[in-house]
């Protein structure tokens, strides 16, 4: 029985993040690669990612307002940025790092903040993996709105490392609550993101 959990554990996506943005990291998704190869090498073709609409802003408010006076932070991404590498002959290894733009709000009454987003690995039309990053900010003096970035976040999938597209698919965006996710819902044009 044990065997039968590491095969299982084998066979499904697994998530991590890293502590320091890697450096070249500046590829977007759709087709990227890393490594060294020979001449007549590709790079792997990294799945297909999307950031839905109503998740890629986060409103927070004080209580149970939406008034601007009680709006502790915004914040929208920006950016998805990332790259595919061959992670051994069964495993395409993806790094996907995230930017976000955070507006303080008059209603802020703290120098720090802490954002949560996640990943969702989609297989086909399930979900097969899911995970909640925190990213915390500190506020910097005299700046009322400023970029960050995520920490890296390697995503290795259980597929041949290849040239074609996979059923494999990303949702990114913000976790949000219920109240947070109607807000998105009633008061926000959709973007028009593009799938990479």
């Given at each position: 029985?044990?065997?039968?959990?590491?095969?299982?554990?084998?066979?499904?996506?697994?998530?991590?993040?890293?502590?320091?943005?890697?450096?070249?990291?500046?590829?977007?998704?759709?087709?990227?690669?890393?490594?060294e190869s020979?001449?007549?090498?590709?790079?792997?073709?990294?799945?297909?990612?999307?950031?839905?609409?109503?998740?890629?802003?986060?409103?927070?408010?004080?209580?149970?307002?939406?008034?601007?006076?009680?709006?502790?932070?915004?914040?929208?991404?920006?950016?998805?940025?990332?790259?595919?590498?061959?992670?051994?002959?069964?495993?395409?290894?993806?790094?996907?790092?995230?930017?976000?733009?955070?507006?303080?709000?008059?209603?802020?009454s703290t120098?720090?903040?802490?954002?949560?987003?996640?990943?969702?690995?989609?297989?086909?039309?399930?979900?097969?993996?899911?995970?909640?990053?925190?990213?915390?900010?500190?506020?910097?003096?005299?700046?009322?709105?400023?970029?960050?970035?995520?920490?890296?976040?390697?995503?290795?999938?259980?597929?041949?490392?290849?040239?074609?597209?996979?059923?494999?698919?990303?949702?990114?965006?913000?976790?949000?609550?219920?109240?947070?996710?109607?807000?998105?819902?009633?008061?926000?044009?959709?973007?028009?993101?593009?799938?990479y």
């Amino acid at each position: 029985m044990p065997h039968d959990l590491t095969r299982l554990r084998c066979l499904l996506p697994r998530i991590t993040a890293s502590g320091a943005l890697a450096m070249g990291l500046i590829s977007a998704l759709a087709g990227c690669g890393g490594g060294e190869s020979s001449s007549t090498d590709f790079a792997p073709a990294c799945p297909i990612t999307h950031i839905p609409s109503e998740a890629a802003d986060y409103y927070l408010y004080k209580g149970n307002s939406t008034n601007f006076r009680d709006l502790v932070a915004r914040a929208s991404i920006v950016k998805l940025e990332g790259d595919c590498s061959a992670g051994g002959p069964k495993d395409l290894k993806t790094r996907v790092v995230l930017h976000i733009t955070v507006e303080r709000g008059p209603a802020s009454s703290t120098d720090t903040l802490t954002l949560p987003w996640f990943i969702a690995v989609l297989h086909g039309d399930r979900i097969v993996n899911k995970h909640v990053f925190r990213h915390t900010i500190t506020f910097p003096p005299n700046l009322a709105t400023f970029d960050t970035t995520s920490k890296v976040i390697t995503i290795d999938l259980p597929i041949p490392p290849r040239n074609v597209d996979s059923d494999y698919r990303f949702e990114v965006g913000f976790q949000l609550n219920k109240n947070q996710l109607g807000y998105n819902q009633a008061h926000l044009k959709p973007a028009a993101y593009q799938a990479y």
